[in-house]
């Protein structure tokens, strides 16, 4: 069965100072990867995806991922935290284009000024 | 706007009562799904359906029921409310192939 978990369900950081959230993943076969923004009150966007392309992934907003298959990871990062990045950051993972995505339980990132 | 629409956008219900969440979606996408949102737990998949006429279960389908009887809109049901469905449900639509979901605003609903 494939899942995913996320490393710390709060992170802060100042504003400036870089932003790392983790992802780990499990699953039988190379998965399709996924990081999702939810801000206040309202539905999740999609910030990036990995679908068995280039393993560097850039997304909007300035974020970034890395996959690595040797660790199992997709950590998101972004070098310069803004105000605006507090938010809850989901990772999700699907086997296959057909098959619904599971989401991790969250990370909630909070910008200190 | 292009998106998926969620009806109501807020909801008390009594326990034992039933009631129908309605998803609609604008953008002729195959597949879509509802998941709910608590704290803590993230997303759970409650039903799915990858199209028309069609609907599976989710990781958590007990207590509800859904039906997608045209393309556009995705229904759930809940028969008898109980208070542990006291969430935030959020429907989500997406194309065959695009491996992006596009979700609505979410219907928060409480069960006293």
């Known amino acids: 069965a494939q899942s995913v978990t996320q490393l710390g369900s709060h992170v802060s950081v100042s504003e400036g100072a870089l932003v790392l959230l983790r992802c780990n993943y499990s699953?039988?076969?190379?998965?399709?990867l996924f990081w999702y923004v939810q801000y206040p009150n309202q539905g999740l966007q999609l910030l990036l995806k990995?679908?068995?392309?280039?393993?560097l992934v850039k997304g909007i907003n300035g974020f970034e991922a890395e996959f690595k298959k040797s660790e199992t990871s997709f950590h998101l990062t972004k070098p310069s935290a803004h105000m605006s990045d507090a938010a809850e950051y989901f990772c999700a993972v699907r086997l296959s284009g057909n098959t619904p995505l599971v989401f991790g339980k969250g990370t909630r990132l909070s910008v200190i000024a | 706007n292009a998106g998926v629409t969620q009806t109501p956008k807020f909801r008390v219900l009594k326990t034992g009562q039933s009631m129908t969440l309605l998803c609609a979606q604008d953008m002729n996408h195959e597949y879509m799904y509802w998941y709910r949102q608590d704290p803590g737990m993230g997303l759970r998949l409650i039903h799915y359906?990858?199209?028309?006429?069609?609907?599976a279960k989710g990781e958590v389908p007990d207590g509800y029921n859904v039906s997608r009887l045209k393309k556009q809109n995705f229904l759930l049901g809940l028969e008898s409310a109980a208070p542990s469905q006291t969430s935030v449900y959020f429907c989500a639509s997406e194309g065959a192939g695009a491996n992006v979901l596009t979700f609505g605003a979410g219907s928060r609903l409480t069960v006293l």
């Open positions: 359906s990858v199209g028309e006429g069609t609907t």
């Open positions: 699953s039988s076969v190379p998965p399709y």
């Open positions: 990995y679908t068995s392309a280039a393993t």
